[in-house]
């Protein structure tokens, strides 16, 4: 793992916080079903390797965020 792997990482988790911590925000009824979909898309992708597929799935999330 290089230098440009390990910041994207960070930021992957980085990204993957914040949305856990944005579903506390959520009525109740709708928490668990919120951390269920961050994981699986989380889960989905975490064999990607492409470094741009990375970043453009980084910068999906954040725009799903906002």
Known sequence: MDL???????RVL??????LRITGRAPSSAKAELRQ???QETEN???C???QRIR???SEGLDKLK
């Open 4 to 10: 440009q792997d390990f910041l994207l990482r960070a």
């Open 37 to 39: 979909t961050i994981r």
């Open 45 to 47: 992708n975490r064999n």
């Open 56 to 58: 453009f799935l980084i």
């Open 49 to 51: 390797n492409d470094r």
């Open 14 to 19: 980085m990204l993957y916080r914040q949305a």
